[in-house]
């Protein structure tokens, strides 16, 4: 079992629709969670982090956090063509980030 | 601030011949990591630097090293290249003062091995 899973998709959904990411990881003491975007040839650029159980936004990006699920997840509200990438899931466990595979997004007009 | 900034960016080898990255990290972090990502196995982390001493270690041969300087620039080398050493090697800083806190990448270097 891989310690960080995602769906590689691709996951295809109209611009102006929500996009819904998820993640799951294997650690339970995995404290602090990240997504990461990679447009093709690009190096991971940050979107946001989370440590908390719950919500957290940032503008049209809301991260959510499940520890006793062991569930994180993305969502993008408003998806633009240009949020068309790969978005990378991350874990700390024993102070290492570990990545997901990440899960291809495509946004069509 | 300037961002994390590697070279160079690209690079041809061939097999058993040895390579040297480098990275420079965003002004004030003293921790550099280093990732080799590969479309079939992703981003995988290889090592992390502190304070110019290794922290942590992932699950490479002997062949990728690496060290850090006092101003926190790191140096990756890999020896004895092999076909799958071909990847995109990124490096990501951050403040290093606190375990499990935001990385940034820089733009990568790419490597092909012949």
């Known amino acids: 079992q891989k310690e960080v899973e995602q769906n590689s998709g691709p996951l295809s959904v109209p611009e102006g629709a929500i996009a819904s990411l998820n993640c799951t990881y294997s650690?339970?003491?995995?404290?602090?969670f990240f997504w990461y975007r990679q447009y093709s040839g690009k190096s991971p650029e940050l979107i946001m982090f989370?440590?908390?159980?719950g919500d957290k936004e940032d503008g049209r990006f809301t991260a959510q956090l499940n520890k006793a699920s062991q569930y994180v997840s993305l969502l993008i509200r408003d998806s633009q063509p240009s949020d068309s990438a790969t978005y990378l899931c991350?874990?700390?466990?024993?102070?290492?980030?570990?990545f997901g595979t990440g899960t291809r997004l495509q946004v069509f007009p | 601030k300037a961002g994390v900034t590697q070279t160079p960016r690209y690079l041809i080898k061939t097999r058993g011949q040895q390579v040297t990255l480098s990275c420079s990290p965003i002004?004030?972090?003293?921790?550099v990591s280093w990732y080799q990502q590969t479309p079939g196995q992703g981003l995988q982390f290889l090592f992390e630097?502190?304070?110019?001493?290794?922290?942590n270690k992932g699950n490479f041969p002997g062949r990728f090293s690496g060290r850090q300087f006092s101003n926190s620039r790191s140096e990756m080398n890999v020896s004895t290249l092999e076909l799958g050493d071909s990847a995109l090697y990124l490096c990501?800083?951050?403040?290093?003062?606190?375990?499990?806190?935001?990385?940034?990448f820089g733009p990568g270097t790419r490597l092909l091995v012949l």
């Open positions: 990501a800083s951050s403040l290093g003062g606190r375990r499990q806190e935001t990385q940034y």
């Open positions: 991350a874990a700390y466990n024993t102070d290492k980030l570990i």
């Open positions: 002004s004030g972090h003293r921790s």
């Open positions: 630097y502190f304070s110019e001493t290794q922290r």
């Open positions: 989370i440590y908390s159980n």
């Open positions: 650690d339970r003491g995995s404290q602090s």
